[in-house]
């Protein structure tokens, strides 16, 4: 059995973990942890969505937050950016990279944002343009890989036609989201090796939720597929914090704890993770949801 | 990738998983519990131990608890048995199967039963060698396979003795207990690969726990192998209830979403699993320690 020799891990706690917190995290804060999480070695960290506050008040403040942090020599803080008005907040604050959202599932688009697929791919097509036109890079979201909340099953090939369309439009890569985290190992394979067929894999990232304690062995097989690129959150960041236990993002503590049992390369200390997995989690006041952090213990 | 078209659930959660219980719990319950185990489906389900109630005061009760299940064709009861004391009482209740347990680490098996593991290997000899004579099964355990809380890494060469040694010493089948959950894919593989070329693999059993959220992928990893028979615990019961998160067992419904996942058939019925994790959970007064169990919820 194969595995990259290395791993670029994308940590998404600041944007997609804490977007999902009701109570507001002051902006010092989430600039303090997003340096903290540039510290522990990671090479990408996002840092925010130039969204509309109303549907995602938590991200109000991301230029604020841009404006704080002390970004690091070698290190991507991408925004999210839903519109050409997002990308013209992004622009004003000189960011490297944005991230463009898309979803596989037809009921999902519309229930999210209103539109069929193909119109959303519309929409993203001058946001992409214009983005790439000023010198930033894009990255592509694709939602619900591994099924729908409100469809269920969502073919291999529905998700390879997204994903094709968003690195066609000028995405260097694909962000795979099982965004229920209901996949499996075998399925999440199939779905990765429909893709492939199409994106060169070095190009492709997987993004999976633990909600069904099914992320790690995902991953695993999906790595064993040649992918190289990990999302995942701090602590656990993004479950929903109303429901105990029910989890989002997979933990970047127990992704990495994995790969260093793999001999992957990351970059990334392990120490330090779990560290600020605790130091986010007291101001969240609540334990990380993470078991390596659970299990190692705050020091 | 193949992966074993049936595997064998082993349920360990009213042995293993409530011998860590703090509070007694009620034969009665116990019981049921056993029973409403044995009628999802499951083939083997752990009963209890005959061992000193100073050392496990929670297995006290085994010889009631064995009286009051409704014994059901086709599926196996085993008990733990440490010695030829415990055996005679395993006959005084006919159960059909005992296990015994070792393991790989010198270190653990000094603090744990005062002696070296050549030493315990010679106290197993007459009560496998009684078993057998009196038409009993034997299975054994070995842990610390994947690590040992006092030495740190266990050699692969270590389990692989021990195991061929129990299996040679008459146990049918062996079981792979990665006792503190700190092992992670690698590291499993190759450690089945050692065993499984002194022991035929389809007599090996996987016992892992989830300590550091490892365990579903480290079985895959070695379903993968051939293993066909897993070893886990309904609601993830068996972690440290004082330390809130840390968990032991990985959980049965966990497991068993997973090889649904992978068309891997278990003759074991989710949904009816899910509502048992349920009903323990609220007796023992507090959630499922299960991914699945909270993700789908109470029924």
């Known amino acids: 059995m194969s595995y990259p020799a290395n791993v670029k891990m994308v940590e998404v706690g600041p944007r997609d973990g804490l977007q999902n917190e009701a ?3 002051p902006t010092e804060i989430k600039a303090e942890l997003i340096d ?23 991200m109000a403040d991301s230029a604020e937050v841009l404006a704080a ?8 803080y991408p925004v999210l950016v839903p519109n050409v008005k997002g990308l013209e907040r992004a622009l004003e604050m000189k960011v490297g990279e944005i991230a463009v959202f898309g979803a596989a599932s037809e009921s999902f688009t519309q229930k999210n944002i209103n539109c069929s697929i193909a119109e959303s791919l519309e929409r993203f097509a001058p946001v992409m343009e214009q983005a790439r036109g000023q010198g930033l890079r894009v990255r592509g979201y694709v939602s619900c890989v591994l099924g729908c909340p409100y469809e ?90 109303y429901a105990e236990g029910a989890s989002g993002n997979v933990a970047s503590e127990d992704v990495l704890y994995m790969l260093e049992g793999l001999g992957v390369e990351t970059g990334v200390d392990l120490d330090r993770l779990i560290a600020t997995a605790w130091w986010i989690s007291e101001r969240l006041g609540r334990k990380p949801a993470s078991k390596v952090a659970l299990a190692r213990g705050a020091k």
Request: with cysteine; aromatic share 4%; net charge negative.
């Open 23 to 25: 109570d507001i995290v």
């Open 152 to 241: 269920g099953d969502i073919a291999v090939s529905a998700v390879a036609e997204v994903a094709e369309a968003l690195y066609k439009g000028g995405c260097y890569e694909i962000s795979l989201g099982d965004t229920i985290g209901v996949g499996t190992a075998a399925k999440a394979r199939a779905m990765v090796e429909a893709v492939a067929a199409r994106i060169p894999v070095s190009d492709l990232a997987l993004h999976f939720h633990d909600t069904y304690g099914q992320a790690l062995a995902n991953i695993l097989s999906c790595l064993e597929l040649g992918v190289a690129t990990v999302d995942s959150s701090l602590a656990g960041l993004g479950g929903c914090p």
């Open 69 to 76: 942090i002390r970004p690091k020599e070698g290190v991507n």
């Open 36 to 58: 903290r999480l540039a510290d522990c070695g990671l090479p990408v960290v996002e840092a925010g969505a130039f969204v509309s506050p109303r549907w995602v008040p938590q």
